[in-house]
């Protein structure tokens, strides 16, 4: 029994929203303010709510700034559900995340798998744009925690939300798919203290999304760009106000990499498997770019599966009704009843998963029939992540750590490409020279800015020659 969040490309188009000039320009308006800072108890240890206010973009005088309004909520719950859906399902990313909708996150911390008692404490970031006329709140963290002053602690504001960040004041490093263990050991050896640490992410969910949400609203290029310095302005804020050791943003998109990079954040690289659509008309289409090998055994595979009175059905959200959710849990618990595993979902999860997103869940369940199975070839992609250490000592010691994995994961990734792919030579090349491509535009190191000074020709004939050499060796 499987279940599928469905992705989608399609935009929400709302009413007009009145555009603001982003400009360049405008000096530093007078009383910005830091990072709120607060605390609470729980496995986090520490809690912040609060604004920064009044940021503005930077470059010509002549256009006005954008003036913006960053809050920190400590519930999703806290913004209206309407609000954060709009910023995105029609983010400037382009795609809709549905890992990123309102109801998702909720469902999370309602149910007690991301919350509190669990060392998941919601720092949810918003960025508001101030109507003009207002003056942006600048209540203290304090006085917005107990109600108190011009600010509130709920997200709720009378500017139109432009950007939000989903994050989260972490205890350990527990469902993230990103490992940092060694970096937390290092540092208890220097004397720095690891936990607490702010992680932007959807937990447990380890796929690539914007984790700067910025809204598709705003003006390509200047008001865009504003948001994004702002929301991480604001996200180093926080880290040095809070005086966690760091920042982790995981999974992010190519552009987010590149945008926090000139912030400073250091950029980590890792390998994911996706199976990708290229076009097939039919599964037989599917297996005929396979090699020879893979193909013989797809198919006895499926013969298999047919003997043993097998059949998958696909079931849409609508369909699925508490039964199933509950079964479905139960499958779920079996994949983590194994040495090291971990059950982060709860069960209540899933039945509100199932009552506030029906559309968006697709569930693939095997019965006593007749029926095949799914293929399982996977192309490597790049993932990605982004992190604020504040500790210099140990900040100096992760960028060796990762300038080392750097290495190691463009190897891999050549290896792996010339000796692992499934599919003929003609579609290893093609496929090979984009990804080289890509992850030439990702990253810094000498090998892969190599890439760009060679013409697409060249460069396929290099990775043919090569693929040929590995093919004989083997």
């Not at 005088?61 to 954008?66: M, Q, R």
């Not at 005086?243 to 000139?262: D, I, K, Q, R």
């Not at 003997?307 to 059905?313: E, I, P, Q, S």
Request: net charge positive.
């Amino acid at each position: 029994m499987a279940l599928a969040m469905r992705r989608g490309s399609e935009r929400s188009h709302g009413p007009p929203t009145r555009r603001t000039d982003a400009g360049e320009g405008g000096e530093r308006p007078a009383g910005t303010a830091g990072g709120a800072t607060g605390t609470a108890g729980g496995a986090a240890g520490a809690s912040v709510s609060g604004s920064v206010v009044g940021l503005p973009t930077e470059g010509r005088p002549a256009k006005p700034s954008l003036r913006l309004e960053v809050r920190v909520i400590s519930s999703i719950s806290q913004v209206p559900r309407e609000e954060w859906d709009a910023v995105v399902s029609n983010s400037a990313d382009g795609e809709l995340n549905p890992f990123l909708l309102w109801s998702f996150l909720n469902a999370l911390e309602e149910s007690g798998s991301a919350a509190r008692e669990t060392g998941w404490l919601p720092q949810h970031v918003l960025v508001r744009e101030v109507p003009a006329g207002e003056q942006p709140g600048s209540a203290s963290a304090a006085e917005q925690a107990s109600g108190s002053g011009s600010g509130s602690a709920s997200g709720s504001g009378s500017g139109r939300l432009v950007g939000c960040v989903p994050m989260y004041l972490k205890g350990h490093s527990y469902g993230e798919y990103v490992f940092d263990s060694s970096w937390a050991q290092y540092a208890q050896m220097l004397g720095v203290r690891y936990y607490p640490k702010l992680q932007a992410a959807v937990p447990f969910t380890p796929v690539t999304g914007p984790r700067l949400v910025v809204s598709a609203a705003l003006a390509p290029g200047g008001e865009r760009d504003a948001v994004v310095r702002a929301l991480g302005r604001a996200l180093v804020d926080m880290a040095d106000s809070l005086g966690v050791s760091g920042l982790h943003l995981t999974f992010t998109t190519a552009s987010e990499w590149a945008a926090l990079a000139e912030l400073g954040f250091k950029q980590r690289l890792g390998i994911q498997f996706h199976w990708e659509n290229a076009g097939y008309g039919s599964f037989d289409d599917f297996l005929a770019d396979l090699k020879q090998s893979k193909r013989k055994s797809i198919r006895q595979e499926r013969k298999s599966v047919g003997r043993a009175g097998l059949a998958v059905h696909r079931l849409p959200g609508s369909a699925l009704g508490p039964a199933h959710w509950d079964r479905f849990h139960d499958f779920y618990l079996s994949t983590v009843d194994r040495k090291w595993g971990n059950a982060y979902l709860t069960r209540e999860f899933f039945q509100r998963l199932g009552e506030a997103m029906p559309e968006r869940a697709t569930c693939e369940a095997g019965h006593r029939g007749v029926g095949g199975r799914a293929p399982a070839p996977w192309a490597r992609r790049c993932r990605s992540g982004c992190h604020y250490i504040r500790d210099p000592r140990l900040g100096a010691v992760v960028d060796q750590f990762l300038r080392r994995e750097r290495g190691q994961i463009e190897y891999t990734l050549q290896m792996m490409s010339f000796n692992g792919s499934p599919y003929k030579r003609e579609r290893t090349v093609e496929a090979l020279v984009s990804k080289l491509r890509a992850y030439g535009s990702l990253s810094s190191s000498s090998s892969a800015s190599s890439l760009s000074s060679l013409e697409d020709g060249d460069l396929g004939a290099a990775v043919a020659e090569s693929v040929l050499v590995s093919e004989s060796a083997a």
